[in-house]
Each structure stands twice: as C-alpha cells, then as structure tokens.
C-alpha cells in the first residue's frame, strides 16, 4: 500500500511539472526524474496489459481507457 502512496505521489509531481513546461515553459526535467517517470509508467503500461490478457477483457471501462490515456499523453510529453 505504501508503494502505490508513492508512486501515486510521484505521478502528481511530475504531472505537476508536466503542467508547469507545458503552460509556462517553465521547469525541467532531470536524467534521474526521467528515468523514474519512464519507470513508472513503463511498469504501469505492462501491468495493464498483463491485466487485461489474464482477465480476457473483451471491452475497458471508460475510466480504465482515460488512465491509459493520461499515460501514453504523459510519454508523449516527456518524449518517452
């Protein structure tokens, strides 16, 4: 449980930053902050996937699909 508090906590900080470069190009990102975001949402991304082949999902809920989302936006962001 305390690992999913910090990787929650963790996420909030670098979306905070992603704000922060994206609307007033202010802030950066460091090697280790860059590693740790790609990290984090690497890991996520497999565990989703893992998830959804060991359930047999044949369709995502809507609000599983907006997380997914916020990922992929977040690489996108990071150039991950």
Known sequence: L??????????????????????????????????DFFHIVKTCLYNIIALIEQKNFSKIKTHQFGVFLFYVHSMMIFKI
């Open 2 to 35: 305390n690992i999913r508090k910090d990787i929650f906590k963790k996420i909030k900080k670098y979306y905070a930053k992603r704000s922060s470069i994206v609307h007033s190009g202010q802030s950066e990102v460091t090697l280790p902050e860059y590693d």
